[in-house]
């Protein structure tokens, strides 16, 4: 059964681990378990410039993410889309993503880890198909 709005909500304002699918140079799937928030619409996911995934979406933008509950009432959520690599520097909204992951141990896991301004950037998935599943 798919989720209602409401339960779509929740399950996209929980810090779930996602899989995010891109298109490697071959045409062949490249999937890697990522952070994400949801706002305005859109899924935002931290990548590190260079790395795969950014080569991928520069090459060919098509993407998909699943996101899946485990723990609890089972619900799902599979995105397919466009992503679209974001010029701004992801470092003013790493304490945010920190905090929704690590909560109260987010302050000591910034600071254990740095990183050099403009060596993250944020991924923007714009939705074209959403598919959602599971209990309320």
């Known amino acids: 059964m798919a989720l209602s709005e409401q339960a779509f909500e929740r399950l996209m304002a929980e810090p779930q681990i996602a ?15 990522v952070w994400f928030e949801w706002r305005e619409g859109a899924l935002f996911i931290p990548t590190e410039r260079g790395s795969q995934k950014w080569r991928n979406i520069e090459r060919d933008p098509r993407v998909s993410v699943c996101i899946e509950r485990r723990d609890g009432p089972m619900a799902v959520a599979l995105i397919s889309g466009t992503a679209e690599i974001l010029d701004a520097d992801y470092a003013p909204h790493r304490a945010n993503y920190y905090h929704r992951y690590y909560g109260d141990d987010a302050e000591a896991r910034l600071a254990a880890n740095p990183v050099s301004p403009g060596q993250w950037t944020l991924v923007r998935v714009t939705p074209s198909k959403v598919i959602s599943f599971g209990a309320e």
């Open 19 to 33: 899989v995010f699918g891109t298109l490697g140079p071959g045409g062949a799937p490249h999937q890697a378990p």
